[in-house]
């Protein structure tokens, strides 16, 4: 069973940046794709950035939606089964739960929340103005 824990969320400032881990146990995690999800109230969950599964290479493709526009970058470390998410330039429009997901040879392009086999429980970013 995968049980990922996400950590790293906040209250910043417009401006600031953030970097948000999500750690990964109960398996060989290079097989397994990522991504981070974030749900605003009122709002869909959304894919902020995906990224692929390594196997035997340290190299991963990534994916991020329009809005994050070069700000947001998706990382992994597989010898810490963790994936990492560096936020930069936040706005007040970035304020949400953030989810770590993943999925076993999973597609870092996913855009639907029920393709994606396991969550975190999230972790609340705000971001003031």
């Known amino acids: 069973q995968v049980h990922l824990v996400e950590s790293g969320g906040g209250l910043v400032q417009s401006g600031e940046s953030l970097r948000l881990s999500c750690a990964a146990s109960g398996v060989t995690f290079n097989t397994y794709a990522a991504a981070w999800f974030r749900q605003a109230p009122g709002k869909e969950r959304e894919l902020v950035a995906g990224?692929?599964?390594?196997?035997?290479?340290?190299?991963?493709?990534?994916n991020y939606a329009e809005f994050t526009k070069g700000r947001f970058t998706i990382s992994r470390d597989d010898a810490k089964n963790t994936v990492y998410l560096q936020m930069n330039d936040l706005k007040p429009d970035d304020t949400a739960v953030y989810y770590c997901?993943?999925?076993?040879?999973?597609?870092?392009?996913?855009?639907?929340?029920?393709?994606?086999?396991?969550w975190g429980p999230g972790t609340q970013v705000s971001v003031s103005s």
């Open positions: 997901a993943a999925g076993q040879y999973g597609s870092r392009y996913e855009t639907l929340p029920e393709h994606w086999s396991y």
């Open positions: 990224i692929g599964w390594t196997g035997n290479t340290n190299y991963a493709d990534t």
